[in-house]
């Protein structure tokens, strides 16, 4: 079974901080995408990966970066949290590229 | 005209009877279609994947897919209290190897006793 392993379940984090969020696959899948999912607006894409080092932007890209430094770890990055932030994030991967995703199991992110 | 959208619910029925649940897309170009369920506090899970048009069944699940049309749905026959819970329609957009997986926005099903 595909596993997608995200590094935190709960997070609460301070204002103004810099925060990473790790995602780790097992399946040496080559895309990673990076979502967060708020009531009524429904899964948003914020980045996305196809390759080591590669990296595209999503929908909603401000106040995010991300890393893949590894093929199997995409990390998500919010360089200054803000309130606004405050989410659940979920991170999926998937295969050859019209293969379905996985998702890890999200971290409720919390900026107070 | 957004992504995907899905008919936005909340879709309730009756235990036992078929539940139908439907997704339009935009991007002509778009070959894989996927269906994912998430109950509350959960991660989505996939259900069912279609590329070709037509349907496609697995078990009480039934996928339709309609490329001229743009539209995908979600059949649940003889549905079950188990059932409930929102229902992601998914797509892939993009090509080249660079492509992105669109969602809509769910639609919440109650399956009731």
């Known amino acids: 079974d595909v596993k997608v392993t995200q590094s935190s379940r709960y997070l609460v984090k301070r204002t103004g901080e810099k925060v990473f969020l790790e995602c780790v696959q097992d399946m040496d899948h080559e895309n990673m995408f990076w979502y967060r999912q708020d009531p009524g607006l429904g899964l948003r894409l914020i980045y996305f990966?196809?390759?080591?080092?590669?990296?595209e932007k999503g929908d909603i890209p401000e106040g995010y970066s991300v890393s893949r430094e590894k093929k199997e770890r995409f990390s998500l990055i919010l360089e200054s949290a803000s309130t606004n932030q405050t989410s659940m994030y979920l991170c999926?991967?998937?295969?050859?590229?019209?293969?379905?995703?996985?998702f890890g199991q999200g971290t409720r992110l919390t900026v107070v | 005209q957004k992504e995907v959208e899905q008919n936005s619910g909340p879709l309730s029925v009756p235990e036992g009877a078929i539940a139908s649940l439907n997704c339009t897309y935009s991007d002509r170009g778009s070959q894989s279609f996927f269906w994912y369920r998430q109950y509350s506090g959960k991660s989505p899970e996939l259900i069912m994947f279609i590329y070709s048009n037509g349907d496609k069944e697995d078990g009480r699940f039934t996928a339709q897919l309609n490329k001229a049309s743009q539209y995908v749905s979600l059949l649940i026959r003889d549905s079950q209290p188990s059932d409930s819970a929102t229902y992601l329609c998914a797509v892939k957009v993009g090509q080249g190897g660079s492509e992105k997986l669109v969602f809509g926005k769910g639609t919440k099903l109650t399956v009731n006793p």
């Open positions: 999926a991967s998937s295969g050859w590229a019209g293969a379905e995703a996985f």
């Open positions: 990966s196809y390759d080591v080092k590669m990296k």
